[in-house]
Structure formats: structure tokens, C-alpha cells
């Protein structure tokens, strides 16, 4: 060992003839990661003395991927830019979506609207007219999708169809009949529907649920169905993104992504249809970049060798694209500040560098006003901009992995990774995923990590720039607010009354008579509900039959 | 406070918008101070109304962060006055442009908190605030 590096294992304050600039006893309990793990000033072969080069690192793609899944990372391909866009009329996101494409965007995602997300109609009376095409675009039937793909070549570029677990089977199947009738064939079809678990009985709330055990039926329904029909379709993205987003720490974040993979793999495996090499495949995942750049680092890192272990040791995957993890990453939305808004242009570039440097497949740079508003179209602009510069001016494409080796990084992806581990056995021991959805526990755990960190910023030790540092009385920026077209509710539901009288109504009755036959039979629904959207048939007409099968589930929140 | 004069709190979420991690920190919060807080979460303009009648309220807290708050704020104020609940306060919070804020407070919002309002602030007007309201709504206004 070099001679003073040693000292550095030394405590400062016990360290003798080294200069500080520093109050130890002041300033120590502040050096923490975003996650609250407590960090040392520097980091040293000693601290990396366990890991194994050849176990825990292997070459960028060779197992066990924690450098990256491909040989030469970005030079072989760059990440995917996907920004998510959906508001107003089906028309109006078409507009946007041609925008993003001629810009140099090279995915598509989707942003529905909460009455969408419900699995409700655009006239449904659950839903207030001005629930419409505010958060998201509304699609109700298949002419609303053929409209927001028209004249958008589905065979040049892949689409995110984010789809919340009730609503994936129907509205992935309004996609595909979409591609097939642009002539894209099921088995060249590219892209990735959400489907995630815990994306509408936990992240996101909403009202049209049917009990956890029934809707992860309906989520691996589709995950069977595109493993046997849709080669290139990623039927399920675990959408850690969002879990992350109401407070839980990046271990934790770690921990249920692999409990939920662990859900849907039981539930697969339970079936005695597949076998894991079969359908692991097709599954990706959608991380957080959040505000501690080295620490989400990290987490990818971590997430790629954890995700290795699970599939090879658990399931005894022997196909490499089983226990390759592809990451999609959003830059963090509750990291963004309503406070002097431009400043968050800054802080999605770091978070994008911080994907990059952890080795993304595809990529959203959250806008820089979603705080105040859906995404301008000059917020739109800039985010696929400040991925453009990452990609072609920084050069940190250039090389696979750039930070591996380095002392503190992988000991922070070993730390992170233990710390996942512990949070999945916790998760495990009380039932695995649906069990510790239905009962409440997960709710709670989340409402805790909620309070601690408000509490955090509340009282200063999360410094937020803008918000309780660096304030100003007035906003010295002035920013373009976006406001949905406000018509979006009646434009829909005056589509959808002509809609019911324009279709052949037989034919829908009959599809949805077949789709209840075979989901009460326990089969597969996704080929009725193919039928059934190809006859027209509503994504209300369709969950609506669901939560008369199953009844619907009060989400277990309460004070 | 007695019990009897503790505050009681609405927390709601008109709409279908389904982001909660702010109405459920800003509900937490009333609790932790001593209040009673009732979360609804998603609910109609017209079932807010009539759940903070029945609980017979002091505050209603509302939170959108979806772009339909210039409609679904108004109309819930609307609701109450409507069944005869004049002395509610209704507060509000969520993704609301600056610019949207006088034109809320015309329609009988009370306060809006913005995005990274401190919960201390949050806490204190409400006590202030509504403990005006429950005296007014118990012996009339002055």
C-alpha cells in the first residue's frame, strides 16, 4: 500500500499532523447518501477488499452485468431517448409525438390520462369531464389509439405503452392492432407496456382496482401471452421509477423491484406454462435517477448484478437475456422544484449523467417545468436537447462502465445491494408482494418513508436549493405555463357516443361474452381481448367486466 | 386544545388525479399537531361536500396535480355553499401556477401551498385559520 493511505483509515480527528478544513463533530453527522447511509471522506482499496473482479464485476457484457449488458455499451448502440408525452385530444398528442420524432427522438411513451388509467371511459360518470385529457391523453377505444399513431411509422421506432395493470391487456392490444394494420407484424412489434403491479394500488391511486391477487393475474396474462407472440415486445417494465418517487430509500427501491419480479414470476411459474427461460426475457425494468449522483450510480450497478443472482440462483435461468437487466431510467420528477424553475434544468442534466455513467438502455430526462405544469413544448425541447449533449459532447459514451474500480463506488454498490437484500427478505417473510399489498403493510411502510423525508427537508438536513436554502421573495424566473386543451371531455365523450352507434354492437357483445367466458375459465384473456378491441369494444366496457368478476378493492390507506 | 375543540380536517382529492404523497405529508402533519384529519382521498366535488358536511369539518384540504384545479377547486367550494357549509376554510395545494392563484382565492380558496411550502407554515395557518372558523361556526360571526 502507498505509504500514507493508510492514514486515511484513520478517524480525522485522531489523525495527527494532517491538516483538515474541517469540524468533524459539526459536520460528520451531515455525510450521508441520499438514502441516509453514512459515508466516509474517502474510500480505499481496504474498503473493496472482499469484492471479487471475476464474481462481482465480470467485463461489461459478461454475467454478472454490473458493468453494463453489452461488450462495447454505447458504442454499439446509444441509449434511447423516450421522453413521455400525452395530453388533450388523441390528435393533439399525434402532433406531439411527430414533434418528439423529428427532433431525433428515437421511442415513444405514452402518457394516458387518470380516467384512462382507471380503466374508465372518456363519458364514464366516475370520472369528471375535466378528469379528461389533463394528466394524460384519453384513449377509450381503438380509433382514439389509431388516431394518436397516425402517420407515425411504428416500424422505425419502438413505443412505451404505460399502461397501468388493469388497463395493460386492453391497451396493448389496441396497439398491436394498430401495428398490424400499419402492416408491422405482431413478431416485429417493438416496445414495452408498463404493467406494473404496484403502479395503481400504491404509486398512483386509483379508484377502478380489482384485488391485487386477481390483477396480477391480468399483468402476467399479458407477460405469457407477448412471450409467446411478440418476440420483441416487453410486456412488463417494472416500474421501480415510482415507487421510488413517493420516498423510499434506493435500497428499498431495489428490494421491491425484485419482489415484484419475484411476484410475477410465481405466478407464471405456478401456471405450469412456461419455463423461466421462456418469459424472464421479455421482462424490463424502469429505474430512478435521483439526486445523489454516485449513489444512483450505484443502484444501477446494483440492480444489474442483483437481478443476475435472483435469475440464475432462483430460477436456474441458463438464457443470458434471463438475467441481463435492460434499463429504462427517468430522471427523478420529486426532485424538481416549483421554486425558481429553471434551476431544474440543472439538476435533470446531473441526474441524466448519473444514468448514462450507470449504463441506461433508454432514457427520460424529465421536463424542467413539471412542477407547475404538464411539459411545454420548449420543456420538451430541452430535455431531448440535454440528452443530445450527453451524447454527443460529453464523450462519456465513449467508454463502457467509466466508474468501475473506483474505491467508493463499488463499495456503495455492495452496501446498496446488502441493504436490498435485507428489504426483499422483509418483504418475503411477510407473504412476498400481493401479500404485503392487500394487507396494508407496504401503504404504510411508504406513508413512513414519506414522513421521514419531509421531515428531512422540514428541518433542513435535506437541503433543497430554492425551497429552504438559497430562497427568494420573488420567482427571478419567468416560465411558460401548458394548459390542456379544456374542450378534451366533451370532444371524447361526443367521439364515443358516435362510436357506440357507428359499430356493429353484436359483435362487441359477442367479444365480451367470450372474454368473460375465458377469464372466469382462468385462461389467458389476452387473445379475447384482442378480439374484443378489434370489434371496438371500450377499455371501460372491458375493466368494467372485470370488476364485476373480481369486485373492486379499496386501496388500504388511511391516517 | 380540549378535545372537544380540536380541530377537524377534510383531506381530499377531487378528481381522478392520482399522485398522494402530498396530501398524505400535509395530513400526517395536522394529525402530528393535534388535529383530526379525515383522508378521503379521490372523491367528487359533491361527495367532498357532503363528507366534510356529515364529519362536520372545520378545514377542507384539497390537492391536484393534475391541470383541471382551476375547475375542480371552484366547484367544490361551490358544493359547500351550496348545502349551506359557509364557515368551512378550504385550503388548497398541488402543482397551481402562480399565476392561477388570485383567480382561486376570488372563487372562495382561502390559501393555496404551493409545492415546497414548509409543513410548519401548513400547520400554523391551519390552526390559526380554522380555529377562527370553529369559533365563528359555534357562536356566529362577530
Not at chain 1, 55 to 68: E, F, I, K, M
Not at chain 1, 328 to 334: A, I, L, R, Y
Not at chain 1, 349 to 358: P, T
Not at chain 2, 4 to 16: F, I, S, T, W, Y
Request: charged share 25%; aromatic share 8%; glycine share 8%.
Amino acid at each position: 500500500m502507498p505509504q500514507g493511505i493508510a492514514q486515511w483509515e484513520i478517524p480525522v480527528e485522531e489523525r495527527n499532523g494532517m491538516e483538515t478544513n474541517m469540524n468533524p463533530s459539526k459536520q460528520n453527522s451531515q455525510f450521508v447518501t441520499g438514502s441516509d447511509i453514512p459515508v466516509k471522506e474517502v474510500y480505499t482499496a481496504g474498503d473493496v477488499a472482499e469484492l471479487s473482479m471475476e464474481r462481482d464485476l465480470g467485463l461489461p457484457g459478461s454475467a454478472p452485468y454490473t458493468r453494463g449488458i453489452y461488450p462495447n455499451m454505447y458504442r454499439g448502440k446509444l441509449w434511447t431517448i423516450r421522453q413521455f408525452s400525452g395530453f388533450g385530444i388523441p390528435e393533439e398528442t399525434n402532433q406531439r409525438f411527430r414533434q418528439e420524432y423529428e427532433l431525433g427522438q428515437t421511442g415513444l411513451s405514452i402518457a394516458f390520462d387518470a380516467v384512462t388509467e382507471n380503466g374508465f371511459d372518456a363519458d364514464d360518470r366516475r370520472a369528471a369531464l375535466t378528469d379528461v385529457g389533463v394528466g394524460g391523453v384519453p384513449v377509450s377505444s381503438l380509433r382514439d389509439m389509431e388516431a394518436l399513431f397516425e402517420g407515425i411509422p411504428l416500424d422505425k421506432l419502438s413505443t412505451a405503452v404505460v399502461a397501468m395493470p388493469i388497463t395493460a391487456c386492453p391497451l396493448t392490444a389496441m396497439y398491436f392492432a394498430v401495428a398490424e394494420k400499419k402492416g408491422v407484424p405482431l413478431s416485429l412489434v417493438d416496445g414495452t407496456t408498463q404493467n406494473d403491479l404496484l403502479l395503481t394500488t400504491i404509486c398512483y391511486n386509483t379508484v377502478g382496482n380489482i384485488p391485487p391477487r386477481h390483477l396480477i393475474r391480468l399483468c402476467v396474462d399479458l407477460v405469457e401471452w407477448c412471450a409467446q407472440n411478440t418476440p420483441r415486445w416487453h410486456p412488463v417494465s417494472f416500474a421501480s421509477y415510482n415507487y421510488r418517487e413517493n420516498g423510499i430509500t434506493a435500497y428499498e427501491e431495489l428490494g421491491l423491484l425484485l419482489a415484484n419480479a419475484i411476484g410475477y414470476t410465481e405466478e407464471e411459474l405456478r401456471r405450469h406454462r412456461l419455463k423461466p427461460d421462456e418469459f424472464l426475457p421479455v421482462y424490463s425494468v424502469h429505474l430512478a435517477a435521483h439526486s445523489d449522483f454516485l449513489e444512483e450510480i450505484a443502484k444501477f450497478r446494483a440492480a444489474r448484478r442483483m437481478w443476475h443472482k435472483l435469475m440464475t440462483e432462483r430460477y436456474r435461468a441458463k438464457d443470458p437475456h434471463s438475467a441481463m437487466l435492460r434499463l429504462h431510467v427517468q430522471t427523478s420528477g420529486s426532485t424538481l422544484v416549483y421554486q425558481q424553475p429553471l434551476n431544474n434544468v440543472i439538476r435533470v442534466a446531473y441526474e441524466v449523467l448519473a444514468a448514462v455513467l450507470g449504463g441506461a438502455q433508454s432514457l427520460h430526462a424529465t421536463s424542467y417545468d413539471e412542477p407547475l405544469c404538464l411539459p411545454t413544448e420548449q420543456g420538451v425541447l430541452l430535455s431531448i436537447r440535454t440528452q443530445q449533449i450527453a451524447q454527443y459532447e460529453t464523450r462519456v459514451a465513449n467508454v463502457a462502465d467509466p466508474l468501475g474500480g473506483s474505491y467508493y463506488l463499488e463499495w456503495l454498490t455492495s452496501e446498496l445491494e446488502k441493504k436490498a437484500w435485507d428489504y426483499l427478505q422483509r418483504v418475503e417473510e411477510k407473504g412476498g408482494i400481493v401479500a404485503v399489498l392487500e394487507s396494508g403493510w407496504l401503504h404504510r411502510e411508504w406513508r413512513r418513508a414519506m414522513a421521514e423525508c419531509e421531515a428531512r427537508i422540514n428541518k433542513g438536513e435535506t437541503k433543497v436549493v430554492g425551497t429552504n436554502c438559497f430562497e427568494m421573495e420573488e420567482d427571478p424566473y419567468q416560465v411558460p405555463v401548458f394548459r390542456p386543451n379544456p374542450e378534451a371531455g366533451r370532444i371524447q365523450k361526443a367521439k364515443l357516443e358516435r362510436l357506440r352507434l357507428e359499430r356493429d354492437n353484436e359483435k362487441v357483445a359477442a367479444a365480451l361474452k367470450e372474454l368473460r367466458e375465458v377469464t372466469v375459465k382462468g385462461e389467458n384473456v389476452m387473445q379475447a381481448t384482442m378480439e374484443a378491441v378489434k370489434a371496438y369494444a371500450t377499455l371501460g366496457e372491458i375493466c368494467d367486466l372485470w370488476r364485476e368478476i373480481y369486485s373492486v378493492w379499496r386501496l388500504p390507506i388511511g391516517l | 386544545m380540549p378535545a372537544e375543540q380540536r380541530l377537524r380536517v377534510l383531506m381530499a382529492k377531487p378528481g381522478l388525479d392520482g399522485h398522494w404523497r402530498g396530501a398524505m405529508v400535509v395530513s400526517m402533519a395536522l394529525r402530528d399537531a393535534g388535529m383530526e384529519v379525515i383522508y378521503t382521498g379521490n372523491q367528487t366535488p359533491e361527495e367532498i361536500a357532503v363528507t366534510a358536511i356529515e364529519e362536520d369539518v372545520d378545514v377542507v384540504g384539497l390537492n391536484i396535480l393534475a391541470a383541471n384545479h382551476m375547475q375542480l377547486l371552484p366547484e367544490v367550494v361551490h358544493r359547500l355553499r351550496e348545502k349551506g357549509a359557509r364557515n368551512v376554510l378550504v385550503v388548497a395545494g398541488g402543482t397551481i401556477p402562480q399565476q392561477d392563484i388570485a383567480r382561486l382565492k376570488e372563487a372562495g380558496i382561502d390559501r393555496v401551498f404551493r409545492p415546497g411550502t414548509k409543513l410548519d407554515v401548513i400547520v400554523d395557518y391551519i390552526r390559526q385559520a380554522g380555529q377562527q372558523g370553529e369559533t365563528e361556526r359555534r357562536e356566529g360571526p362577530k
